[in-house]
């Protein structure tokens, strides 16, 4: 089983960056489909990006949802068995718990993912 782990939340103003981390157990992170999530008060899981096996390129290897798409940067190191989400030009209604996830295929279905990280707070309030 896949342990995951996230990094990297804090408080920012709108407008400003941050880069989650989300660390793996495993070496065949090339080989997994991760995907993150977020979870603000009062409202469902949604899906924030997801990055393909290397295997499956058909659409480029990342997905992102419309509401992050020009801002938001989802990349691996292999080296580091790590997948980052690199968040630009944030706003306030990115607040949230971000979560990382492992899946068989980029969805966004959060039932169809596994191996749950225990989650990273974000906050952008001015």
């Known amino acids: 089983q896949v342990q995951l782990v996230e990094s990297g939340g804090g408080s920012v103003q709108p407008g400003g960056s941050l880069r989650l981390s989300c660390a793996a157990s495993?070496?065949?992170?090339?080989?997994?489909?991760i995907g993150w999530f977020r979870q603000a008060p009062g409202k469902e899981r949604e899906g924030v990006a997801c990055?393909?096996?290397?295997?499956?390129?058909?659409?480029?290897?990342?997905m992102y949802s419309d509401s992050v798409k020009g801002r938001f940067t989802i990349s691996r190191d292999s080296a580091k068995n790590t997948v980052y989400l690199q968040m630009n030009s944030l706003k306030p209604e990115d607040t949230g718990v971000y979560y990382c996830?492992?899946?068989?295929?980029?969805?966004?279905?959060?039932?169809?993912?596994?191996?749950w990280g225990q989650g990273t707070q974000v906050t952008v309030s001015s």
């Open positions: 996830a492992t899946t068989r295929k980029c969805a966004w279905e959060s039932f169809l993912y596994n191996n």
């Open positions: 990055i393909a096996s290397i295997d499956e390129m058909t659409y480029g290897g990342t």
């Open positions: 495993t070496s065949t992170i090339d080989y997994t489909p």
